[in-house]
Nanobody, 115 residues
Framework: QVQIVESGGGLVQPGGSLTLSCVASGSGFSGAGVGWYRQAPEKQREFLASTFASGRRNYADSIKGRFTMSRDNAKNTVSLQMSSLKAEDTAVYLC?????????WGQGTQVTVSS
């Protein structure tokens, strides 16, 4: 069983920055696909970014140029650096890991962008 814990969420002003982190337990992280989604109230879960063992990264158009994802296989960690945050970025941010054909999710971390 893989456990995922996200951290780093909080309240930030428009235009500000925040970095989210996600740590996964267990083995096999370096060969897994990992990434981030977000879910705002009354909206569908939205894909943000993913990266695979090859290092290839995919980003949603809504965050290109503002968010950057990185992974540290030695620490089983994936991060999401967010800048130029907007009110519409307010959501619960969820990390996932695809491992041996199973997608595991974290509980999410709340990001609120407001003045």
């Amino acid at each position: 069983q893989v456990q995922i814990v996200e951290s780093g969420g909080g309240l930030v002003q428009p235009g500000g920055s925040l970095t989210l982190s996600c740590v996964a337990s267990g083995s096999g992280f370096s060969g897994a696909g990992v990434g981030w989604y977000r879910q705002a109230p009354e909206k569908q879960r939205e894909f943000l970014a993913s990266t695979f063992a090859s290092g290839r990264r995919n980003y949603a158009d809504s965050i290109k140029g503002r968010f950057t994802m990185s992974r540290d296989n030695a620490k089983n960690t994936v991060s999401l650096q967010m800048s130029s945050l907007k009110a519409e970025d307010t959501a619960v941010y969820l990390c996932f890991i695809d491992l041996r054909g199973v997608r595991y999710w974290g509980q999410g971390t709340q990001v609120t962008v407001s003045s």
